[in-house]
C-alpha cells in the first residue's frame, strides 16, 4: 500500500547502497548481497525515512556535517575500520567529521538515506522551528547518541542590527543535526 514516490524513493537508497558496495567489491550491482543491509531494521529505516519524507512534504533538506565515529566495527566480512568502506562510497562529496566515539555512528544505510534526501549541508542553519523530533539510540556513549530532526523555515542573514525575518513566510524544512 506504499505511495509511487516512497516505492521509487526507497528504491533509490537501496541503489546507493548497492551501488556502493559494488563498487567497493569490484563487482556489478547483480552480484552484490545486502548482508546487514538486508535486515528488517534497515528497510524499516529506509522506507520509513520515504514515508516521512512524503508525509512531511518538505522542500528542502538541510544537516549538518555528518559524524562517522571511529575504530573498527565487525561486520559479515569480518572487522573493517570506521567509517565502513560502503559508508565513504555513499558519503563522497560530503561534509563530515570523525572521531568523536571509537565505534560507528553513521551506517551504510544512514548515510545513504542523508545522501537521498539532503540538499544542503550546513552546520548553522538559521531557521525558526515548528516542531522537534529525537529518535533515541540504544548505545551508551561519550556522546549523545541522537538524531534530531526539526520542522521549520529558514530565516534570511539579517544585517548588523536587523531582526532576521522568514524566508517566504511558509516553506517547510527538515533538518538534521
Request: proline share 5%.
Amino acid at each position: 500500500d506504499l505511495s509511487e514516490t516512497v516505492k521509487a524513493t526507497s528504491m533509490a537508497i537501496f541503489r546507493r547502497i548497492a551501488e556502493a558496495e559494488a563498487h567497493v567489491h569490484n563487482c556489478g550491482i547483480d552480484e552484490i548481497h545486502f548482508h546487514e543491509v538486508g535486515a528488517t531494521d534497515a528497510i524499516v529505516d529506509i522506507v520509513g525515512a520515504a514515508i516521512c519524507h512524503e508525509a512531511l512534504g518538505v522542500d528542502e533538506v538541510h544537516c549538518s556535517s555528518i559524524e562517522l565515529g571511529g575504530g573498527f566495527v565487525m561486520c559479515d566480512h569480518g572487522k573493517l575500520p570506521v567509517p565502513a568502506p560502503a559508508t565513504v562510497e555513499i558519503l563522497h562529496d560530503t561534509p563530515t567529521k570523525r572521531g568523536a566515539v571509537q565505534f560507528e555512528t553513521t551506517t551504510p544505510t544512514g548515510g545513504a538515506i542523508l545522501a537521498e534526501f539532503v540538499d544542503h549541508y550546513t552546520d548553522e542553519p538559521a531557521m525558526v522551528t515548528k516542531n522537534t523530533a529525537y529518535g533515541i539510540g540504544h548505545r551508551d556513549m561519550e556522546i549523545p547518541n541522537v538524531l534530531r530532526v526539526q520542522l521549520g523555515s529558514l530565516v534570511a542573514q539579517p544585517a548588523a542590527g536587523v531582526d532576521a525575518v522568514p524566508l517566504g513566510g511558509t516553506s517547510d524544512e527538515m533538518t538534521g543535526g
